[in-house]
């Protein structure tokens, strides 16, 4: 069996994630999107091929779209040209041409999938694969004054400072320093090269590489991005007080996001002044900075 991954047509809603990264090189558990399809579908049996050596026999996958591995499988059996959709008529796959427009079988699964549209459904895709995350792998350092509950990735070179508590599952990648006095909690993603200061907590989210945190941060339910600076006090808040599901702006239209824990999506380079305040579901994107004791109320685009 042949697979082919494709980049989605659509991926500018996810800014600032992918205004200067292409869709398939958004992370996802410390590995980019593509690679981590790739090696599931590998895992599943699959040789990826790219589109000069797809055949009519080829399995397209946009890469915009979760869906478990087993449910493709009776797109293979197909006979026909044939396009697989969602419960909701989202494109999932496809086999028989190299434009889906082309096929002229459907069919429709009711397996568990779901489409990665905006920034926010990189923390649900995230969330699902630190769920099934195995056994620890401590491969840096943790010191016997901290505390370690729950799986955990440690990657080469990394320490866990004293006084740091550690509830997985947690994936920390390589030459990372955490604390001392932190506390990382929820299916959180920490890349390589990241500095997480005295007294921060982190909940349920995603950093990209070289990440600098300074002291007594709180980082809620958000997604920060490579080389980005949260000056001291910084607070990326991520509940209504009316316990109602945060909303996003995306094109001029508040958006639903289904989360009732939503923080910030942070760009590239992104500097935050100190006791910088960020109000829920806000962007801020590449290259902005933020004043001292500012807050935050809307996106930062």
Same mark, same amino acid.
């Given at each position: 069996?042949?697979?082919?991954?494709?980049?989605?047509?659509?991926?500018?809603?996810?800014?600032?994630?992918?205004?200067?990264?292409?869709? $398939?090189?958004?992370?996802?558990?410390?590995?980019?999107?593509?690679?981590?399809?790739?090696?599931?579908? /590998?895992?599943?049996?699959?040789?990826?091929? &790219?589109?000069?050596?797809? =055949?009519?026999? =080829?399995?397209?996958?946009?890469? *915009?779209?979760?869906?478990?591995?087993?449910?493709?499988?009776?797109?293979?059996?197909?006979?026909?040209?044939?396009?697989?959709?969602? $419960?909701?008529?989202?494109?999932?796959?496809?086999?028989?041409?190299?434009?889906?427009?082309?096929?002229?079988?459907?069919?429709?699964?009711?397996?568990?999938?779901?489409?990665?549209?905006?920034?926010?459904?990189?923390?649900?895709?995230?969330?699902?694969?630190?769920?099934?995350?195995?056994? $620890? *792998?401590?491969?840096?350092?943790?010191?016997?004054?901290?505390?370690?509950?729950?799986?955990?990735?440690?990657?080469?070179? $990394?320490?866990?400072?004293?006084?740091?508590?550690?509830?997985?599952?947690?994936?920390?990648?390589?030459?990372?320093?955490?604390?001392?006095?932190?506390?990382?909690?929820?299916?959180?993603?920490?890349? &390589?090269?990241?500095?997480?200061?005295?007294?921060?907590?982190?909940?349920?989210?995603?950093?990209?590489?070289? /990440?600098?945190?300074?002291?007594?941060?709180?980082?809620? *339910?958000?997604? /920060?991005?490579?080389?980005?600076?949260?000056?001291?006090?910084?607070?990326?808040?991520?509940?209504?007080?009316?316990?109602?599901?945060?909303?996003?702006?995306?094109?001029?239209?508040?958006? *639903? =996001?289904?989360?009732?824990?939503?923080?910030?999506?942070?760009? &590239?380079?992104?500097?935050?002044?100190?006791? =910088?305040?960020?109000?829920?579901?806000?962007?801020?994107?590449?290259?902005?900075?933020?004043?001292?004791?500012?807050?935050?109320?809307?996106?930062?685009?």
């Amino acid at each position: 069996m042949q697979a082919n991954l494709h980049e989605p047509i659509e991926s500018l809603l996810c800014a600032p994630l992918t205004t200067k990264r292409r869709f $398939s090189d958004c992370l996802v558990a410390n590995h980019t999107l593509h690679e981590f399809l790739e090696n599931e579908l /590998v895992r599943a049996g699959f040789e990826m091929v &790219d589109d000069a050596h797809s =055949t009519e026999r =080829t399995l397209h996958l946009p890469l *915009d779209h979760w869906i478990d591995v087993g449910a493709l499988c009776m797109l293979t059996r197909s006979t026909e040209p044939t396009s697989l959709f969602d $419960s909701r008529g989202d494109l999932v796959a496809w086999r028989g041409h190299k434009d889906p427009r082309q096929c002229t079988g459907k069919m429709v699964t009711e397996a568990n999938c779901f489409r990665i549209r905006y920034a926010w459904d990189f923390l649900q895709l995230n969330e699902e694969v630190l769920d099934v995350m195995g056994l $620890s *792998d401590i491969r840096g350092e943790i010191s016997q004054l901290a505390e370690v509950r729950g799986n955990l990735y440690l990657g080469n070179g $990394s320490v866990v400072q004293p006084g740091c508590f550690i509830e997985g599952n947690v994936v920390i990648g390589e030459n990372c320093v955490i604390g001392p006095n932190a506390y990382i909690h929820g299916n959180t993603s920490i890349a &390589d090269n990241c500095h997480i200061g005295h007294g921060v907590e982190v909940s349920n989210s995603v950093f990209y590489e070289h /990440v600098t945190v300074g002291h007594n941060v709180y980082v809620g *339910d958000s997604i /920060v991005g490579n080389h980005a600076l949260l000056g001291a006090g910084t607070v990326l808040s991520n509940k209504r007080h009316d316990g109602r599901n945060q909303r996003a702006l995306i094109r001029g239209e508040l958006i *639903d =996001t289904g989360r009732q824990e939503l923080g910030a999506i942070i760009g &590239d380079g992104v500097r935050t002044g100190v006791n =910088t305040t960020v109000f829920p579901g806000r962007k801020i994107g590449n290259g902005r900075t933020t004043r001292p004791g500012a807050l935050i109320e809307h996106d930062m685009m």
